[in-house]
T-cell receptor, first 110, second 113 residues
Framework: EADIYQTPRYLVIGTGKKITLECSQT?????MYWYQQDPGMELHLIHY???????EKGDLSSESTVSRIRTEHFPLTLESARPSHTSQYLC?????????FGPGTRLTVT | QKEVEQNSGPLSVPEGAIASLNCTYS??????FFWYRQYSGKSPELIMS????GDKEDGRFTAQLNKASQYVSLLIRDSQPSDSATYLC?????????????FGTGTRLKVLA
């Protein structure tokens, strides 16, 4: 079973706040991904990393940043939260092909 | 044209029937394909991977890949109401040395009891 964790699971925060969503995996996977998904809608790739000190932007510009200082850790930071950031954020990791997803963080920006 | 395309559905099948989910892709360089299942409010979970032409079976699931026609399918035999979910097709392309992982938009399956 995949071991990938996300915290917090739910977050309600006011506009303009800085937030960091945490993602950790214990499988030693090189590749990690952040997706945004609204209910009933498709996955949108926000950022990805193929290893330590390697990060790339995905197709969706969400005014967020990521870092990959350690293999197991891939946090996502929103510098200034806005209501349009309200969504589900999913983290995933893979060794090569198969992606394993965390439980997600449900973010609501008021 | 999306790189990986799926019919959004919903696809409704009666309990016990075979559900057939299809996916087409545009990049002939795509090499590997994956099917994920996502229940409402949950994260996607991997069902199967397929890398070469032909069929691959795992329990009630069969994945089919046809690289010449650029399509991938997932068959679910003896469909159960618990199979009702959104099924996501994904593929990997490595064009010009750039590795890219692409998800389709998903097909919603409803199995009617």
């Amino acid at each position: 079973e995949a071991d990938i964790y996300q915290t917090p699971r739910y977050l309600v925060i006011g506009t303009g706040k800085k937030i960091t969503l945490e993602c950790s995996q214990t499988m030693g996977h090189d590749k990690m991904y952040w997706y945004q998904q609204d209910p009933g809608m498709e996955l949108h790739l926000i950022h990805y990393s193929y290893g330590v000190n390697s990060t790339e932007k995905g197709d969706l510009s969400s005014e967020s940043t990521v870092s990959r200082i350690r293999t197991e850790h891939f946090p996502l930071t929103l510098e200034s939260a806005r209501p349009s950031h309200t969504s589900q954020y999913l983290c995933a990791s893979s060794l090569w092909g198969e992606q394993y997803f965390g439980p997600g963080t449900r973010l609501t920006v008021t | 044209q999306k790189e990986v395309e799926q019919n959004s559905g919903p696809l409704s099948v009666p309990e016990g029937a075979i559900a057939s989910l299809n996916c087409t892709y545009s990049d002939r360089g795509s090499q590997s394909f994956f099917w994920y299942r996502q229940y409402s409010g949950k994260s996607p979970e991997l069902i199967m991977s397929i890398y070469s032409n032909g069929d691959k079976e795992d329990g009630r699931f069969t994945a089919q890949l046809n690289k010449a026609s650029q399509y991938v399918s997932l068959l679910i035999r003896d469909s159960q109401p618990s199979d009702s979910a959104t099924y996501l097709c994904a593929g990997i392309t490595s064009t010009s040395g750039t590795y890219k992982y692409i998800f389709g938009t998903g097909t919603r399956l409803k199995v009617l009891a």
